[in-house]
Structure formats: structure tokens, C-alpha cells
């Protein structure tokens, strides 16, 4: 069964960049057609697609992060990473990782973690 | 880029009342939405599919309709258990996901 679970700081000084990784069990990030990637929801709002990967490495962002957010995979550890430059208050946020079997569904979501920034 | 305009932002009702929550996309999706019901603290789960579909597990007191733009979930028979956040999320792009704003379903 696919779990996933997110892993980095929950404390972020302003300016500074994010780096959280998300480890895959129970399936191999390699397998053929997913993507991968990362949504995040800030206290209290909505949910925000930040951007995906595909398992062959092509890459897919929100317009409104595309300057900032890099996500990567590393098939060796069965995981995958997303950095997040100049960080300020505004990304203060819950942030989930999730699976997408093709063209669909978010079918699977990494239980979240909530990340602050301040100084 | 897709947007999705959600309605209401936020509802109230009675245990055993039904209820309705609507998205509309900016363009035509076919049949390609999906809604989530989201409790605090947790990741969301996912309820329907294919805009009608419902996931395994889904208790068959929700139900969804629609094609093209226009879409709903509904919940018949509301239960306690059912106090959540709800979204919509068009999934017919590989390049983009644009979630819907949410409707807060509370029961009085």
C-alpha cells in the first residue's frame, strides 16, 4: 500500500529557502505514467497546487510559484524534494505531498507538514 | 488556466437535511472534476470521481452530477460526521491543477 510522508523544517527564517522531501513506500517512484508533487493549504484557506513531476522528469508549475519552486526526484532514494526560494510570511502553510496515477485523480497525499516562516 | 468558482464558501444545516455544493469551470472539463472532503488536520480524501463516481468506501449519501462547466455534489441526509471542508478540483490537465476556494459545511 502507497504511503507517503513529508520530511523538513517547520521553521523557516524570511528570505531563506525551503527544502522538504517527501518518502514513497509501498511502490517504486519510478513506475510508469505517475506524477508527483506538492499542494499546500495556509492556515485557515484553501488548497494550492504548487507543481508536479513527471516520473520521467518533466517538470510542471504553478505560475505563481514558478520563479521560486524547483521539485526533483531522486529515484535511488524513492523520493522527491521541492525547494522553495526567498520565503517569506505568505508561504506559511501546511504543506502535502501527493501522487497522481496519469492524467487524474490526486489519488494519494502525504499526511502534511506544517511549515512556518518567521525569525 | 482552469479556474473553479465554488459556492457557498459556507453552509449550515441540520443532521438529516440535504445539501448542495456547486463548482463552475471557466472552460468545459467533460466529465473530469473530482470533490474532496477535507477535516481539519488531515490531508483531503478523495469522494467522487468522473464527477459522478463514487471512491470505494464513500458512504452513497453523496452523490455528484454534472458535465462540461457546471457540477455538484450533493449530501443527503446530512450526518454529524459530515462537518468538513469541501473542494472540487478539475484533474483533465497533466500541467496544472487549480483547486476550487471550498464550502464549509457545518452542522447546526
Known amino acids: 500500500q502507497l504511503q507517503l510522508k513529508e520530511s523538513g523544517p517547520g521553521l523557516v527564517k524570511p528570505s531563506e529557502t525551503l527544502s522538504l522531501t517527501c518518502n514513497v513506500s509501498?511502490?517504486?517512484?519510478?513506475?510508469?505514467?505517475?506524477?508527483w508533487g506538492w499542494i499546500r493549504q495556509p492556515p485557515g484557506q484553501g488548497l494550492e497546487w504548487i507543481g508536479s513531476?513527471?516520473?520521467?522528469?518533466?517538470?510542471y508549475y504553478n505560475p505563481s510559484l514558478r520563479s521560486r519552486a524547483t521539485v526533483s526526484i531522486d529515484a535511488s532514494r524513492n523520493q522527491f524534494s521541492l525547494t522553495l526560494t526567498s520565503m517569506s510570511a505568505s508561504d506559511t502553510a501546511v504543506y502535502f505531498c501527493?501522487?497522481?496515477?496519469?492524467?487524474?485523480?490526486?489519488?494519494?497525499w502525504g499526511p502534511g507538514i506544517l511549515v512556518i516562516v518567521s525569525s | 488556466d482552469i479556474q473553479m468558482t465554488q459556492s457557498p464558501s459556507t453552509l449550515s444545516a441540520s443532521v438529516g437535511d440535504s445539501v448542495t455544493i456547486s463548482c463552475r469551470a471557466s472552460?468545459?472539463?467533460?466529465?473530469?472534476l473530482a470533490w474532496y472532503q477535507q477535516k481539519p488536520g488531515k490531508a483531503p480524501r478523495l469522494l467522487i470521481f468522473?464527477?459522478?463516481t463514487l471512491e470505494g468506501g464513500v458512504p452513497p449519501r453523496f452523490s455528484g452530477r454534472g458535465s462540461g462547466r457546471d457540477f455538484t455534489l450533493t449530501i443527503s441526509s446530512l450526518q454529524p460526521d459530515d462537518s468538513a471542508t469541501y473542494y472540487c478540483?478539475?484533474?483533465?490537465?497533466?500541467?496544472?491543477?487549480?483547486f476550487g476556494g471550498g464550502t464549509k459545511v457545518e452542522i447546526k
Open positions: 468522473k464527477a459522478s
Open positions: 472552460q468545459s472539463i467533460t466529465r473530469w
Open positions: 501527493m501522487r497522481r496515477p496519469g492524467v487524474d485523480v490526486v489519488s494519494h
Open positions: 513531476i513527471y516520473y520521467l522528469g518533466s517538470t
Open positions: 478540483l478539475p484533474y483533465n490537465s497533466h500541467s496544472e491543477l487549480t
Open positions: 509501498g511502490d517504486s517512484i519510478s513506475k510508469n505514467s505517475y506524477y
